[in-house]
């Protein structure tokens, strides 16, 4: 199994910083695609932003400018640095790994528990 904890939420106000970090563990073969996701309260789970395992980057546009997502593949760990915050990045913040386990083998899509992120003054 494949398992992800995220770490790094908080309360900050507008316009500061947060970091957020996930880090996935257990009988991993391999990792493709890691991803942050978020969901506010009353609203459906969104993508924040993804990164393959090239490097290659996605972002959703109301973060883009101010959201950086990187990975340590060693690690099998993806950051988000989330910059000038806003009220309405406030959110419940996922992770997620598609992932390849070893036991069972197979690929598939594994999710964090989620952390908290308010953003307000």
């Known amino acids: 199994q494949v398992q992800l904890v995220e770490s790094g939420g908080g309360l900050v106000q507008p316009g500061g910083s947060l970091r957020l970090s996930c880090a996935a563990s257990?009988?991993?073969?391999?990792?493709?695609?890691m991803g942050w996701y978020r969901q506010a309260p009353g609203k459906q789970r969104e993508l924040v932003a993804a990164i393959i395992r090239g490097s290659s980057t996605n972002y959703a546009d109301s973060v883009k400018g101010r959201f950086t997502i990187s990975r340590d593949n060693a690690k099998n760990t993806v950051f988000l640095q989330m910059n000038s915050l806003k009220p309405e990045d406030t959110a419940v913040y996922y992770c997620?790994?598609?992932?390849?386990?070893?036991?069972?083998?197979?690929?598939?899509?594994?999710w964090g528990q989620g952390i908290q992120v308010s953003v307000s003054s």
């Open positions: 997620k790994a598609e992932a390849m386990s070893a036991a069972p083998l197979r690929w598939g899509d594994y």
């Open positions: 257990g009988n991993i073969l391999s990792i493709n695609a």
